[in-house]
């Protein structure tokens, strides 16, 4: 991202020129995932993913296009 000289007044404060105040759904949504007991899980190769990130891993999916890499949750 470039540096800017130019900033503007907006509703949540002064932000750069080039920016748009937008709603976190307008870019990115949120859904509750699935419900999978503790006790259901059986390991396998997909990650188990919380709040808190990745907690364990399972033998089924049931996303099919995540938005965002296992790299970027450790980050």
């Known amino acids: 991202m470039q540096k800017t000289e ?3 007044q907006s509703e949540v404060g002064l ?3 080039e920016w748009e ?3 976190i759904k307008q870019v990115a ?3 509750r995932g ?3 007991p503790t006790k259901d899980i059986k390991t396998g190769p ?3 993913v919380y709040s808190n990130g990745i907690v364990n891993y399972h033998n089924d999916f049931k996303v099919k296009n995540l938005g ?3 790299e970027d949750l450790v980050q």
């Open 6 to 8: 130019n900033y503007k």
């Open 15 to 17: 932000i750069p020129e």
């Open 21 to 23: 105040v937008k709603f």
């Open 29 to 31: 949504p949120l859904q």
């Open 34 to 36: 699935f419900d999978l």
């Open 46 to 48: 997909f990650p188990v």
């Open 68 to 70: 965002w890499s296992q």
